[in-house]
């Protein structure tokens, strides 16, 4: 190698603090590095390919002999076309023209490049982050596609991941429903998405995102690194500390003046706010409830009917959808009158405009058509005010209770009446 060529690539940056090997290239790799780390991204790839591939880009390789202080002959372009029908040797379309001393650089970043593959091929595998570990998939090479499985990746009962195919990529994403913490192995999987056993939460396997109720978060997403044809997922090193991922979301922008009201205040309403800032709305959002209470979990009404209480499960608090600003507005509404975008309140007294409207005031049971059906002691459970209502009439029920509907919010019903009050 020609010395006063190879000393102008080494005195580009100082190799004082670079750790040296024990060939005659010490730092030489370590500086090509650098070299390429001084351009942009796109302009990086370019060099390396410039000595890889022989991919020519002009402007990266008229910077290089810029930065290192080499003459660039772009007239001789000419000649060696003229050359052409000559010279076999001549050289390929789009090849910068240098002098000798620049041609015999190109033959040294591109000897080195070579080297530093062949020295130093360990260092091309990138470390995790600080703070984070490589847990091996040791199943990787057998999952199939569209197939799950559960890893352990540290010693504590919450510290597992679940790896999954698709598409002949491989994922991993936390283990647990953001719901109410069911392993989701025991789900099912379909396409992209896993379903939680419990409720059918769905959970999109590539993103963490939620795509499915009841759950109002996301699971974690781990990134999935291939070395050497081995997989592993980074992980935190202290384990896993949250099962649930709130998706980002956009900020409220003062001088987007739309506003997108949505009348109900349970988890479809809710969820359609979170999905307009989630997905970049950056204007009004008004959740109208007629329930005193902010949006909670009804899920939860028949599953602690006689001890829960609605204000303990809120789906979010109020710190949340001030930070989101998500206004929410406690009241009936009375009317909409499409045709100049407006709705008005039972007790409100001004009426608010609206540029979009949604309706997600859900269902309620259906009433009895048959006699004694409004006698007292007969209830209904579908709000908060229900629950306390029913709640404290089983207080003082002598002589059992009576359950009209035998599906999921029945038999969660008698089930928690049964563990409250036993035999009573």
């Known amino acids: 190698l020609d010395l006063t060529v190879y000393n102008k690539i080494l005195n580009l940056s100082p190799l004082s603090s670079m750790p040296r090997k024990s060939t005659m290239f010490a730092g030489f790799p370590q500086q090509l590095r650098l070299l390429a780390q001084n351009y942009k991204p796109h302009e990086s790839r370019t060099l390396l390919d410039m000595y890889g591939r022989r991919m020519f880009n002009v402007q990266c390789t008229q910077q290089l002999a810029s930065r290192l202080n080499l003459k660039y002959h772009p007239e001789l372009r000419s000649r060696q076309r ?18 000798k001393e620049s041609r015999i650089i190109q033959a040294s970043i591109g000897f080195a490049a070579l080297a530093y593959v062949f020295f130093h091929k360990n260092e091309n595998i990138p470390h995790a982050d600080e703070g984070m570990k490589r847990v091996e998939i040791d199943f990787a090479a057998e999952l199939k596609d ?3 499985k559960e890893l352990v990746v ?15 990529q491989i994922h991993a994403v936390g283990a647990f429903c953001s719901h109410f913490g069911a392993p989701l192995i025991k789900g099912s999987m379909f396409d992209e998405k896993v379903y939680c056993p419990l409720h059918a939460a769905g959970f999109n396997v590539t993103t963490g995102a939620v795509e499915n109720s009841p759950g109002m978060d996301g699971i974690p997403r781990y ?48 969820n359609c706010a979170e999905t307009l800032r ?14 005193k209470i902010l949006p909670y979990d009804r899920t939860l009404l028949s599953k602690t009917l006689p001890t829960g209480d609605a204000s303990k499960f809120l789906l979010r608090s109020q710190d949340f959808l001030n930070e989101k600003e998500i206004d929410v507005v406690q009241d009936s509404v009375y009317s909409i009158h499409t045709d100049v975008k407006k709705v008005t309140f039972s007790r409100r007294g001004e009426p608010m405009e609206y540029d979009k409207l949604l309706i997600a005031t859900g269902s309620k049971p259906r009433k009895l058509n048959v006699k004694g059906a409004k006698a007292k002691g ?37 089930a928690a009446l049964k563990m409250k009050y036993k035999d009573q």
């Open 378 to 414: 007969v209830h209904y459970l579908r709000t908060h005010k229900d629950q306390e209502a029913i709640k404290e009439q089983a207080k003082d029920v002598k002589t059992g209770v009576a359950i009209i509907g035998a599906s999921f919010i029945g038999s969660e019903a008698a």
């Open 278 to 291: 989630q997905t970049g709305y950056t204007g009004k959002i008004t959740l109208i409830s007629e329930e």
């Open 154 to 168: 540290g010693e504590g009962k919450q510290d597992k991941v679940l790896v999954s195919k698709v598409k002949g």
């Open 223 to 270: 990134n999935v690194v291939e070395v050497e044809g081995k997989f592993f997922v980074e992980v935190p090193e202290d384990g896993l500390k949250t099962q649930k991922q709130t998706m980002p979301m956009a900020k409220r922008d003062p001088n987007d003046l739309r506003n997108f009201v949505i009348i109900g205040g349970g988890a479809a309403g809710l």
């Open 146 to 148: 569209g197939e799950m």
């Open 82 to 99: 003229k050359r052409h029908q000559h010279d076999y040797h001549h050289e390929p379309e789009g090849f910068p023209c240098y002098d």
